[in-house]
């Protein structure tokens, strides 16, 4: 019993998920050159216009799996109840092992609200590249590249506080998460302690 385990990622939101992750990365080398005149960044694609492809191509696979997420996070991460504030007021328990945390969903309240913010920071982040990149016909035209290049950047910078952030609570801070995004599953025991509502919605 203590072995049994319920799966809780599918093969296509395992991919999506190293997808979003891998354009993630590439973006972040490619724009911190780009921000930083790194010539030591530039150097590893071989040249700055290179260096542009790449992060104009890695923005599109980012979206499109941005995109993708919507059809697994989106919905549950709109419903909040009772249980999701009870969650948020005790902090998910990462300040006092002795709080008790309300029974969740399959993604707790903290995860809800750290993937709605990736979702609306991601939109920008990639309407105000892809506006820097086509550089539609429209009036006054270096205002908006002006204004695009602000958010690019606000949102940029958000990234680099929360992603990090993600890493460390779905690794160190978070024992046994890493396995969902490799294997999708899970010990039943684990996830009773930490989606207790979910798990009995399995039937668990």
Known sequence: MGNQMIKKANAFEILNHWLLAGSFFILTITGFGFLFHLQQVVAIFGSANTMK????????????????????????????????????????????????????????????????????????????????WLR??????RKWVLLSHLVHNIAFDLFMIAVPLHIYLGTLANPGTLRIMITGTVPVEWAKKRHAKWVQKMGY
């Open 136 to 141: 539609p016909q429209v009036a006054d035209i």
């Open 53 to 132: 492809v790449w992060h104009n191509y890695a923005g599109i696979v980012f979206s499109i799996s941005l995109f993708f997420t919507i059809f697994n996070y989106l919905p549950v991460s709109l419903k909040f109840g009772v249980d999701d504030m009870g969650w948020i007021t005790k902090a998910g328990g990462y300040f006092s092992k002795k709080a008790a945390i309300p029974p969740q969903d399959i993604i707790n309240a903290g995860q809800k609200l750290y993937y709605l913010f990736i979702l609306f920071a991601g939109i920008a982040i990639a309407a105000s590249g892809f506006f820097i």
